[in-house]
């Protein structure tokens, strides 16, 4: 089966600061990966995705990147903001229909200012 | 709104007793997803609906679990004879495809 993990289960950068939040899975057939986001009293949000056949995908400030030999993808983030501020999820899965998402334990990014 | 709809927001039970927990998800999503988060951990996976197959109840943690998800829509998470471990967020989600969309979640504490 899959397993995934976050490096690092705190994160605290300086406003403006660029942030790099790391994942690692386990399955070398897991070819989809999704970052979330959850605030404080919420469900998370879906902030950013990205198939196995591409290395790198940008959103505004948000970026997701993947190394497949390594079996680990990362979320960046640009000039982080107090918005920013949250708990970070990431999932692997296979996109073949009929397999569910492996999260990771969480990163709590904290902006400092 | 056309987000994923749970219900209710928070529930207080007492120790031994059955919850139900709902969850609305977004129309036409065929994917159905219960997840657990205890405070501050991760998400858990407890059960997962794809259309018409079997659902994958690999994720539940005890046989006073279990879930139905009725027409394709609708689904209920029953929890019988509630523990205080119990107490948790139960996070629903659906997905058309691969993006899952999160409700807010239902704050179960038992007491």
């Known amino acids: 089966g899959e397993s995934v993990g976050l490096h690092l289960p705190t994160l605290s950068v300086q406003e403006g600061d660029n942030s790099i939040i790391n994942c690692a899975y386990s399955?070398?057939?897991?070819?989809?990966f999704i970052w979330y986001k959850q605030e404080s009293g919420k469900g998370p949000q879906f902030i950013i995705d990205?198939?196995?056949?591409?290395g790198e995908k940008k959103d505004q400030r948000i970026a997701v990147t993947l190394n497949k030999t390594a079996k680990h993808f990362s979320l960046h983030i640009t000039e982080t903001q107090p918005e920013d501020s949250a708990v970070y999820f990431c999932?692997?899965?296979?996109?073949?229909?009929?397999?569910?998402?492996?999260f990771g334990p969480g990163t709590s990014l904290a902006v400092l200012p | 709104g056309a987000g994923v709809s749970q219900s209710p927001s928070n529930k207080v039970t007492e120790k031994g007793k059955d919850v139900e927990l709902r969850c609305d998800p977004i129309?036409?999503?065929?994917?159905l997803y219960w997840y657990r988060q205890s405070l501050g951990q991760g998400l858990e996976f407890l059960i997962y609906?794809?259309?018409?197959?079997?659902?994958?109840k690999s994720g539940l943690p005890s046989d006073r679990f279990s879930a139905e998800r009725t027409g394709g829509s609708v689904s209920t998470l029953t929890i019988q004879r509630t523990q205080q471990e119990d107490s948790a967020v139960y996070l629903c989600?659906?997905?058309?495809?691969?993006?899952?969309?999160f409700g807010q979640g239902t704050r179960l504490t038992v007491v």
């Open positions: 989600a659906s997905s058309p495809d691969l993006e899952a969309f």
């Open positions: 609906f794809q259309g018409n197959s079997a659902p994958d």
């Open positions: 129309s036409g999503h065929t994917a």
């Open positions: 399955n070398s057939a897991s070819d989809y």
């Open positions: 999932a692997a899965s296979m996109s073949a229909r009929g397999q569910n998402f492996v």
């Open positions: 990205i198939r196995s056949n591409v």
